[in-house]
């Protein structure tokens, strides 16, 4: 356990027939930024409510410095921030009502509750907003309040659950610097999203989840180097890109090829001597091509690589 | 310490919402408000006013020989020439002022125009052949009243005042029927001593004052009593059905926290699962408790309705208070999510609470009868029935065998509701 905040061991988890957790095992260190990337659907969300203790697992076990889920549920609550996806915030309280009240069921009282009450809204960036309520702020202020109320307690483990979805840009940055300000204060934090952009960005560690099983982990460095110096190219072309699907991937040099509301993905060896031959390819099917542009390896091109499949999908 | 926590922050929710403040308090108070004011109900709570009904008389009653032969041996009747006009100056007199202002129409027709045009409330129309027909011992008399169907009270005392004068003279008729069956004779001078005899053993013993028994119904303090009496238990009917539309929408609460993501939250704490159902439960309670002893309060400041000594009304309220909340409780856990509730709670909090006011709705306000057995079926019955035997100042072993009725339904309701909203969130 030493170095580790966070062991889960061979996690299970079923609903029914949809086995949404296949035997996940990963470890987090301490103080570090770790992210779970992957599709909606992929197991994300399942994981981190098991490892919230609001999901009991099927098989498997999990610990959050040293205290196991299966043994020791309170320990794990008592050291844990939760920042759900959905905002969970009572919307007819203040903002200061809300931290108020959650602190108070985090076990904090008197002068420190005050204390750590004020502090949180300086650091949400809404002290002068908190006499207002909750329903009259922005979805992004809610974000912050929604992230604020898991720091509370001053936990040592934060898990948040996709918390930039659906805001504006200039929330997202707000959030995505806080999350970068737990790490320097020594938080560790277990990160979902499905944004790679995002998982690039903040994380130490990221783990690429697919179908409820993890298909991938390590640093950003080591998954790009999965898929080696293939390029990624992504063609629009005037027609059904199902079409020519099938002739890209008989091209000489092309690995993968997916196609995506009217968008088509290809991994290649080497892009200047592919696309020539997509052209021309393209070409013999009647098909013209109408843009493309050329990335450099990244996460995504790795997602396409381990799962045939775009990241969005 | 946490389940309070919890409790307080849904009571200080529950009551920032201008709808749940309306519901919990404005409507009932507004319902017996209402009864208030069209009992007559003023300012000064020492005056109960009945409206004053506009009665419009005509009378074609034509005397007759039959009915003078007996005339002068029935008291009251001697300065009238017919049955018509002892009715008239019965009804004209100042003793009823307070209740009837009576003028006379030409013909029948005049009359029933003048209700028509809402001139007059009751129009009452006696037969030119009355007085015929009421001294023929076997005839039969009748009248004919016609009211505006709008009104309820007033033509009500004027249909009143008019059967006890017909009882009273109907028995003296039969009493002089009788008579002349056994006897044979049809003396008119027996038949008269016969009805005067019949009316003289009126239990006021006063001949002339058995034709009809005038109450007072000036203002005093047994007319204020008899306002609280119609809207005490009303308001008190209305109380309890609210109290466990309270209980069950408060309770509710723990499906909307489930469903708006703060409940699972919750669970993310280190806040026992026992803890967060405790604070919820404790909340749905403490929301009754406020809207019932405020009702209690402003039913008594603003109605002057005398609830009953402090400690039945106390145990009762309480009881009340147990049964509301664990009801709604035991509801909501039925309940899948919110989507389900409004039928639901429209239907079984309407029937049940229905149920549970019938000893109010039939009018008795009475703890015994058919219906008031059948509400017991529900628990607004036993709380009802709590709040008539408290007001009536049953004597305590009466009340604590209703609040022990109480108790037992609600541990029945709280342990089930518990034990399947545990299994819910385990």
């Known amino acids: ?313 | 310490m946490k389940a309070l926590d919890i409790a307080l922050k849904d009571l200080k929710r529950s009551f920032r919402s201008a709808f749940a403040l309306v519901f919990m308090f404005g409507v009932p108070l507004l319902m017996a408000g209402m009864f208030y004011f069209m009992f007559g109900g003023t300012a000064n709570a020492n005056t109960f006013n009945l409206p004053v009904t506009k009665v419009v008389i005509a009378n074609l009653d034509q005397g007759g020989e039959a009915f003078k032969n007996i005339q002068a041996q029935i008291p009251g009747v001697t300065a009238a020439t017919s049955m018509g006009d002892l009715i008239v100056s019965t009804l004209e007199d100042k003793s009823f002022a307070s209740l009837m202002q009576v003028s006379l129409g030409e013909n029948a027709e005049a009359a029933r125009t003048a209700v028509d045009q809402q001139k007059a409330g009751v129009a009452l129309i006696i037969p030119a052949d009355f007085s015929t027909r009421f001294s023929n011992l076997s005839g039969q008399a009748s009248l004919e009243l016609y009211q505006d169907p709008t009104l309820t009270i007033g033509p009500g005392i004027v249909q009143s005042i008019l059967d006890q004068f017909m009882d009273s003279l109907s028995g003296a008729k039969i009493a002089a029927a009788v008579t002349v069956k056994q006897t044979g004779s049809t003396d008119p001078a027996l038949i008269g001593r016969v009805m005067q005899q019949y009316l003289a053993a009126s239990p006021k013993g006063d001949p002339t004052g058995t034709l009809l028994d005038i109450q007072d119904i000036q203002p005093s303090s047994k007319s204020t009593d008899l306002l609280q009496k119609i809207i005490g238990p009303i308001l008190g009917a209305m109380t309890i059905f609210y109290a466990f539309f309270t209980g069950t929408t408060t309770a509710q609460s723990i499906l909307r926290e489930d469903e708006e993501g703060t409940l699972p939250r919750l669970f993310t704490t280190p806040t026992t699962q026992s803890t967060i159902l405790g604070g919820k439960f404790l909340s749905v309670g403490l929301t009754v408790v406020v809207q019932m002893v405020v009702l209690l309060l402003l039913g008594e400041l603003i109605f002057h309705i005398a609830w009953g000594s402090l400690v039945p009304v106390s145990l009762i309220t309480i009881g009340t208070i147990m049964a509301a909340a664990t009801f709604g409780i035991f509801v909501n856990s039925f309940l899948k999510d919110t989507s389900q509730s409004g039928l639901v709670f429209g239907g079984v909090l309407t029937v049940t609470g229905m149920l549970g006011m019938l000893p109010i709705l039939s009018g008795a306000a009475s703890t015994s009868g058919v219906l008031a057995t059948i509400s017991l079926a529900v628990p607004q019955g036993w709380s009802v029935r709590g709040l008539i035997q408290a007001m009536n100042g049953a004597p305590l072993n009466t009340i604590l065998l209703t609040l022990a009725v109480q108790v037992m339904m609600s541990i029945v309701f709280f342990m089930v509701g518990l034990l399947r909203f545990r299994k819910r969130y385990a």
């Not at chain 1, 770790?34 to 981190?48: D, E, M, Q, V, W």
């Not at chain 1, 549920?73 to 009240?101: C, H, W």
């Not at chain 1, 277990?190 to 903040?202: I, R, S």
């Open chain 1, 1 to 313: 356990m030493d170095g580790n905040a966070i062991e889960i061991k061979d996690l299970y988890k079923s609903f029914g027939e949809v086995r949404a957790v296949q035997g996940v095992s990963f470890e987090v260190k301490k103080g570090e930024i770790f992210s779970l990337l992957g599709p909606n659907g992929a197991g994300k969300t399942t994981i981190l409510s098991m490892l919230a203790c609001l999901l009991h697992p099927d098989q498997g076990d999990a610990s959050i410095l040293g205290h196991s889920l299966r043994k020791d549920p309170m320990g794990v609550k008592s050291v844990l921030g939760v920042v759900p996806q959905e905002i969970a915030l009572y919307e007819d309280l203040s903002a200061r009502e809300n931290l108020t009240f959650w602190a108070k069921m985090y076990g904090l009282r008197g002068a420190d509750l005050k204390q750590r009450v004020e502090e949180v809204l300086e650091v949400i960036g809404l002290a002068d907003r908190a006499r207002d309520y909750i329903k009259k702020y922005s979805g992004g202020m809610k974000r912050r309040v929604n992230i604020g109320v898991a720091l509370l307690h001053k936990p040592q483990v934060i898990l948040m659950d996709e918390p930039t979805v659906g805001i504006d840009p200039q929330s997202r940055r707000s959030i995505l610097d806080s999350v970068m300000a737990l790490k320097q204060q020594g938080t560790t934090v277990l990160y979902t999203t499905h944004y790679m952009e995002e998982a690039q960005e903040l994380s130490d560690h990221i783990a690429i989840m697919d179908h409820g099983k993890l298909i991938a982990a390590g640093t950003n460095t080591e998954l790009v180097r999965i898929v080696g110096e293939m390029d990624r190219i992504t063609l629009t072309v005037n027609t059904e890109g199902s079409r020519v699907v099938d002739a890209w991937k008989a091209v000489r040099g092309v690995q993968k090829v997916s196609s995506e509301d009217g968008t088509l993905s290809v991994l290649a060896d080497d892009s200047n001597q592919v696309l020539p031959r997509l052209f021309e390819a393209a070409a013999s099917s009647g098909i013209r091509i109408t843009s493309v542009a050329i990335l450099e390896p990244n996460l995504e091109a790795v997602f396409l690589q381990l799962t045939g499949r775009a990241l969005r999908d």
